[in-house]
């Protein structure tokens, strides 16, 4: 005899004797736990399909142990921003044993709880100094972002849309803007000593010449 159920979101078939991983449920090892959320029931005659559950049925199970699974990396990274962030998790799941199958509305032949998902818990010590270094990387970022001084006079007038410039985003354009660089005409003329000024300010290690700003910025200064 078989079934199916369902549980952190997830659908198991599962027989008895059977030891699968779930989502976390609360409980400790040794506790008898049912779930209630059966979807089929198959084995002996015609297989019996819920809609969605099956009305009177249910799986009883034994907590055999709570665990964490293996690590995995999460990294993210955002292009031409220098920005990148790497992170840890282990995934929390508990391992139980498929007792019974039931069915008619039977009960397990030991005192059992409804199966619930655990709530959720504190980030263990050993992930609290990551979270504690990333304060004092936003910390750096906003005081760099404050040291950002104005090296050129910017024109009176409106100003350009930068972001046209191919590399440029809005991020960017606000750190020119804060430069004094407001329009393609500034950018058209920069000199080379202009150029090694803002490479400096900016950190650009050569990107304004290796993308062609002076001739993008040129381009869009001659169509306005």
């Known amino acids: 005899m078989f079934a ?39 084995g ?15 799986v009883a199970a034994e907590i055999v142990d709570q665990g964490r699974g293996r690590k995995i990396i999460i990294f993210k990274k955002r292009r031409r921003q220098n920005s990148r962030r790497r992170n840890g998790h282990r995934q929390y799941f508990t391992s139980v044993k498929i007792t019974e199958i039931l069915t008619g509305g039977k009960a397990p032949a030991k005192a059992a709880k409804k199966a619930k998902p655990a709530k959720a818990e504190a980030a263990p010590a050993e992930a609290a100094p990551a979270k504690e270094a990333k304060a004092p990387a936003k910390k750096a970022e906003k005081a760099a972002d404050a040291a950002t001084t104005a090296l050129f006079t910017a024109p009176e007038g409106e100003k350009d849309d930068l972001k046209k410039i191919s590399g440029v985003g809005p991020v960017l354009e606000g750190k020119l803007n804060a430069l ?16 090694t000024k803002v490479d400096d300010a900016l950190n650009f290690k050569g990107r304004i010449e290796r993308d062609n700003w002076l001739e993008q910025a040129s381009a869009f200064a001659a169509e306005k």
Do not use: C, H
């Open 4 to 42: 199916v159920i369902k549980t952190g979101g997830k659908q198991y078939s599962v027989s008895p004797d059977d030891i699968i991983q779930v989502e976390r449920l609360e409980g400790e090892a040794g506790d008898a736990i049912v779930f209630e959320n059966v979807m089929l029931v198959g």
């Open 44 to 58: 002996e005659g015609d297989a019996a399909v819920g809609a969605p559950f099956v009305d009177g049925a249910s």
């Open 180 to 195: 004094g660089i407001t329009t393609f005409a500034q950018i058209a003329a920069f000199s080379a000593d202009d150029i």
